[in-house]
């Protein structure tokens, strides 16, 4: 059994644990490079075939005040194709909201920043985990944490 947790925005991220918790596979969300990036379905749909019997948690998103109609399009393109690729798979899956996986996940952290304290609880529980985009970034790719924390929510919520 797997669990996968899924920030499905274009900067977002996916997080596959195994059934003792452990960190089995962590991803960028897979883009086509160029000058106007887009989604790389095939890559994503490659992703989540090799773990059918997992659950995933993918993160509830919503369009938000002086947010911008391109960037609003984007994240719910995003949104429709994993969860329509979980689908697609046959997989079991939950749509979670952010406020929910903080909540249980964050309870131990200071949450004047859920960003930080994701990547505190990233690196507290996964103290060997490099958490950045490539080797020359100075700061945690925050998609990867924030799928980290998803799975982890999924992880405690659906296990035994």
């Given at each position: 059994?797997?669990?996968?947790?899924?920030?499905?925005?274009?900067?977002?991220?996916?997080?596959?644990?195994?059934?003792?918790?452990?960190?089995v596979?962590?991803?960028?969300?897979?883009?086509?490079?160029?000058?106007?990036?887009?989604?790389?379905?095939?890559?994503?749909?490659?992703?989540?075939?090799?773990?059918?019997?997992?659950?995933?948690?993918i993160?509830k998103?919503?369009?938000y005040?002086?947010?911008?109609?391109?960037?609003?399009?984007?994240?719910?393109?995003?949104?429709?194709?994993?969860?329509?690729?979980?689908?697609?798979?046959?997989?079991?899956?939950?749509i979670?909201?952010?406020?929910?996986?903080?909540?249980?996940?964050?309870?131990?952290?200071?949450?004047?920043?859920?960003?930080?304290?994701g990547?505190?609880?990233?690196?507290?529980?996964?103290?060997?985990?490099?958490?950045?985009?490539?080797?020359r970034?100075?700061?945690?790719?925050?998609?990867?944490?924030?799928?980290?924390?998803?799975?982890?929510?999924?992880?405690?919520t659906?296990?035994?």
């Amino acid at each position: 059994m797997y669990y996968i947790g899924i920030d499905c925005g274009f900067t977002g991220g996916i997080i596959v644990l195994d059934d003792t918790g452990n960190l089995v596979e962590k991803i960028i969300t897979p883009l086509i490079p160029g000058k106007k990036p887009m989604y790389d379905v095939h890559a994503m749909a490659g992703i989540l075939s090799k773990y059918k019997d997992a659950i995933v948690g993918i993160e509830k998103q919503q369009a938000y005040p002086q947010q911008g109609v391109s960037s609003t399009f984007k994240t719910g393109r995003g949104y429709g194709l994993w969860e329509g690729i979980v689908v697609g798979l046959g997989m079991s899956y939950d749509i979670i909201s952010p406020k929910t996986w903080q909540k249980e996940v964050l309870k131990d952290v200071s949450k004047l920043d859920t960003k930080q304290a994701g990547a505190v609880i990233c690196h507290r529980v996964f103290p060997k985990e490099d958490f950045r985009a490539s080797s020359r970034c100075r700061v945690d790719h925050i998609g990867l944490t924030d799928a980290t924390c998803i799975a982890l929510y999924v992880y405690r919520t659906n296990r035994g």
